[in-house]
């Protein structure tokens, strides 16, 4: 019994180590940056997904998942990725979905010197403007300091990261993805996926087996302006 018992607690204490600690430092983050986005603070069953490093060619499958269970997401597409496929990127806008600013190439945005940074950051919002612009931004890799931040916001952008991110990037399983995001996903919540040829199409398999969980649990699965829009009205 002994034994049994310091097994069960082992994996409680694991599950509970991935779960709450990368909450602890999300809400860290969070009080940081008040600026920055990582979830809107709302009792209503609605959550927004985000997609990162489109588009590709597993980004019609995604879309396909997407439609199939009424969801919409917001795409934070890079810049040599849409020019090599443009009449995807118009897609995903006809589509009902939305595009993100993702920077122009897949490297940390913070490791950019100043000038670059912002060189490479009015390129991207440049191509945007050919799809219907957009006005929120997520920095590559997701670190970020408060001078990109200030630089984004002077452009008309708020910065975006998330508060379910279930390391999809660096743990190549969809299995575990679907358990990490089902453990953390509650009302306001701002979902991270991402898009790629081998990553997206784990993607697609990870919606495929989430999204109708949500839908039963009665969420509505909308991209960041939709979800932004409660936080507006709750404030």
Known sequence: MGILFAIVFGITAVGSAVTVLPTLVMEWQREASPEVLFYVGTAQPVVALTIDDGPSAATPEILEVLAENDAHATFFVIGDRVREYPDLTRRLVAEGHELGHHMMVDEPSIDL????????????????ADFGGSDVFRPASGWYNDRMVDDAARLGYRTVLGSVYAFDAQ???????????????GPGSILILHDGPERGARTADVLRALLPELRARGFRVVPVSSLTKLEDLEQ
């Open 171 to 185: 743990v190549p399983s969809a299995k575990w993805a679907r358990w990490y995001m089902r453990q953390l996903v």
């Open 113 to 128: 010197p100043v000038e670059t940074f912002r060189t490479r950051f009015e390129e991207m919002d440049e191509i945007l």
